[in-house]
Nanobody, 121 residues
Framework: QVQLVESGGGLVHPGGSLRLSCAAS????????MGWYRQAPGKERDVVAI???????NYADSVKGRFTISRDGAKKMVYLQMSGLKPEDTAVYYC???????????????WGQGALVTVSS
């Protein structure tokens, strides 16, 4: 069973920094794109940043210039470095990966359990 486990959430002051990590595990599989999404209270889950297996990155306009996504293919990990944090960045952050078990099998989605990030003074 492929699992994604996030770590690194917490409480940070406005203007501060935080790094989220996500590790994929559970047998033999390959990963296409990986990404981070977030869901603020009372709102829908929105994309924050995505990185393809070729390293191409895409960001939500609201985080461009402040957040950086990166991945370690060998370790099957993805990171989100967040700086210049604002109260409106407060949300549960979810790791996402497109998983393929074999070269011929279909791609399926896997989500982490979520990591709470609170930006408050």
């Amino acid at each position: 069973q492929v699992q994604l486990v996030e770590s690194g959430g917490g409480l940070v002051h406005p203007g501060g920094s935080l790094r989220l990590s996500c590790a994929a595990s559970g047998g033999t599989f390959s990963i296409n794109s990986m990404g981070w999404y977030r869901q603020a209270p009372g709102k829908e889950r929105d994309v924050v940043a995505i990185i393809t297996n070729a390293g191409r990155q895409n960001y939500a306009d609201s985080v461009k210039g402040r957040f950086t996504i990166s991945r370690d293919g060998a370790k099957k990990m993805v990171y989100l470095q967040m700086s210049g944090l604002k109260p409106e960045d407060t949300a549960v952050y979810y790791c996402h990966a497109e998983i393929r078990l074999t070269a011929l099998s279909p791609v399926f989605d896997r989500w982490g359990q979520g990591a709470l990030v609170t930006v408050s003074s």
